[in-house]
């Protein structure tokens, strides 16, 4: 997949579209008034004893409790699971073992190329108009300072059309602090992926980024970045809001602020796993209901949300099938995505691998926006396949899951498969405060919450169940 320096370059590049313009989108809800679901509407409400048994087996039953057990062990064994790491790859062996313990055995891994790129030692020092340390950290694929660090003055920015209108000498030699306002995610993180080429383009040494989150207590949050082809790479790190309002403060009195920004870090390309599991489906194995999140993580906290949750609920999904006896007519696949945080590389190479099986898809889901109390879900397809997966919500009311959000691009890795046409949906969930933990050392098992993953876990394998064992296909 990597031919050269050049090609890896415009293959991230593409990657950063599709990723922002996947977080981009707006999200309505739905008032689905003008399904006609008469045809399917009787069978789907049929399944309500099987949701209750579903709720009440992991809410109550046996598997109370088990996903957030599961969840700890395996982060507290593994901690951060960067891409290209060996402890990346334990921890897959060790979701397989895990698997097989429940004596699910169709289990099959496809190795990739994924980028490996190794955090060293970061420090920023404020030395003018005083001393103080700065928190930061360096953005993903960041290139190395000189080993003596790059000490320059800031030119602060509220967004790219201000540095567009500032002239080249202004920018030149300056080391660029982005400093927008956080909105939504989708809108906000642009400045984070493509600040470093877009201030290298005007003769800038180094950028800066304000932290995407909405909050913090002094926590800086890191992420992906890509260079563009051609431009200047330039070292590239986020700090903490609070370090960005003080620089913005004191230029704004127009006091100089001078920093000095040492970064090391290292580059290359390790071999990686998607983990697919199969619960095969009685009647139709070949048609795939998929349920899925990333096993990688950043290298900072401990994955324990992103995406430890995800990853859990949708390995749950098929092992309370199995522990039920529930085996639905069409198969249900769980995916275990690698290298997502460095540019959903492991969704690409599946979808590459798997085009010519995609008419296969019957729908496929993605847990990757937190595991906080289920909502519904965030559905894209067409009107008729939304009216489908509405009426099967209906069936989450006792749950408060019924949600149905329209949402053309939901999930993350997904959305590099729903965009062939293929109707999926991400699990929508209460995650009013995913941005403040979301990359960061704060991402621990403290943020997730038993219960609530006893209850995302027991919706994500009802809803994928009812989907996998209708007797109609989800319309494209
Ligand atoms: C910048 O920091 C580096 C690493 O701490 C140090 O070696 C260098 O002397 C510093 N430069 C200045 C101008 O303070
Ligand atoms: C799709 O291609 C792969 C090889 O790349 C092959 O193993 C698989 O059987 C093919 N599937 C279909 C449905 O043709
Ligand atoms: C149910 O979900 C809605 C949002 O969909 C939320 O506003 C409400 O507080 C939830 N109710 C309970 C009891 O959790
Ligand atoms: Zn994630």
């Avoid at 399917?40 to 579903?54: C, F, L, N, P």
């Avoid at 006091?255 to 009685?282: A, C, E, P, Q, Y």
């Amino acid at each position: 997949m990597f031919i050269s320096v050049s090609k890896v370059c415009l293959f991230f590049a593409l990657i950063a579209q599709v990723h922002s313009a996947a977080k981009r989108r707006k999200k309505t809800y739905v008032e689905l008034h003008s399904c006609d679901n008469s045809g399917i509407a009787d069978e789907i409400a049929s399944y309500d004893t099987v949701v209750k048994d579903i709720v009440d087996y992991v809410t109550k039953g046996p598997f109370k409790g088990k996903t957030y057990n599961e969840l700890a062990k395996f982060v507290d064994n593994f901690g951060a699971r960067l891409s290209g790491t060996a402890i990346l790859e334990q921890s897959i062996d060790y979701m397989i073992q895990l698997t097989r313990d429940e004596d699910l055995n169709d289990i099959v891994t496809e190795e990739l190329e994924v980028p490996h790129w190794t955090r060293g030692e970061e420090k920023i020092t404020m030395l003018e108009p005083r001393v103080k340390d700065i928190a930061l950290l360096g953005l993903g694929r960041s290139v190395s300072t000189p080993p003596e660090g790059i000490t320059a003055n800031v030119i602060v920015f509220n967004d790219f059309e201000e540095l567009e209108n500032a002239e080249e000498d202004e920018v030149k030699g300056k080391i660029v602090l982005f400093d927008p306002e956080f909105t939504t995610y989708g809108e906000t993180v642009v400045y984070r992926t493509q600040s470093a080429s877009k201030s290298a383009a005007k003769g800038a040494v180094a950028s800066l980024v304000r932290s995407i989150t909405p909050f913090s207590i002094n926590s800086p949050h890191t992420g992906s970045q890509n260079y563009e082809d051609g431009v200047n790479k330039i070292p590239t790190a986020a700090i903490s809001l609070e370090d960005a309002d003080l620089i913005r403060r004191l230029v704004d009195r127009d006091i100089n602020v001078k920093l000095n920004i040492t970064m090391h870090s290292t580059f290359d390309t390790k071999t990686s796993r998607n983990t697919i599991i199969d619960l095969k489906g009685t009647r139709f194995p070949d048609k795939l209901v998929i349920v899925s999140g990333h096993i990688d993580s950043w290298d900072v906290g401990q994955g324990a949300m992103d995406d430890g949750g995800g990853l859990f609920v949708s390995w749950a999904a098929p092992v309370i099938l199995k522990r039920l006896n529930l085996r639905p007519k069409r198969t249900v696949r769980s995916i275990f995505w690698t290298a997502e945080e460095l540019g959903l590389v492991g969704a690409y190479d599946y979808e590459k691998q798997h085009r010519n099986e995609s008419d296969n898809i019957n729908f496929i889901m993605e847990s990757d926006e937190g595991t906080f109390a289920p909502r519904g879900l965030a559905v894209a397809g067409s009107q008729k396949a939304r009216c489908i997966i509405g009426e099967i919500l209906k069936l989450f009311e006792s749950i408060n899951a019924s949600t149905l959000v329209e949402d053309d691009s939901p999930g993350s890795d997904i959305a590099v498969i729903i965009r062939n046409g293929i109707p999926g949906a991400s699990l929508h969930n209460a995650n009013e405060k995913y941005f403040w933990f979301h990359h960061t050392e704060g991402d621990t098992m403290n943020v997730e919450n038993p219960e609530e993953l006893d209850l995302c876990a027991a919706f994500w394998t009802a809803v994928a169940y009812i989907i996998a064992d209708i007797s109609e296909d989800i319309p494209r």
